[in-house]
């Protein structure tokens, strides 16, 4: 059974940092490519950033490019977003994925290639 656990939201004023931490039980952790994805109130779940299984690839939405960065450290099974200069719309929960198998490129960013999710962390932005 795969587990992931996040950890490391919380309120933070506009133009601050937070890093999320995800934990991931249950399996071979370095093999597989690991995401983060995020959902407003109201709104649907959106892809947020993706790290392939080397570490080497990693992959943005448009919105975060240069303010999010997403790493992972596969000796600790844990895949880590540093995010900087927040601004009141990153206000969702946070969520890390993991897929069942290898993905293509294309899939990084595609919610339905994700397959194991965790319970999500509040991260809240105010103005």
Request: with cysteine; aromatic share 12%.
């Amino acid at each position: 059974q795969v587990q992931l656990v996040e950890s490391g939201g919380g309120l933070v004023q506009a133009g601050g940092s937070l890093r999320l931490s995800c934990v991931a039980s249950g399996r071979t952790f370095r093999s597989y490519a690991m995401g983060w994805f995020r959902q407003a109130p109201g709104k649907e779940r959106e892809f947020v950033a993706a790290i392939s299984w080397s570490g080497d690839t990693t992959y943005y939405t448009t919105s975060v490019k240069g303010r999010f960065t997403i790493s992972r450290d596969n000796a600790k099974n844990s895949t880590y977003l540093q995010m900087n200069s927040l601004k009141p719309e990153d206000t969702a929960v946070y969520y890390c994925a993991a897929p069942k198998g290898a993905l293509t490129t294309v899939q990084h960013i595609h919610i339905p290639a994700y397959d194991y999710w965790g319970q999500g962390t509040q991260v809240t932005v105010s103005s």
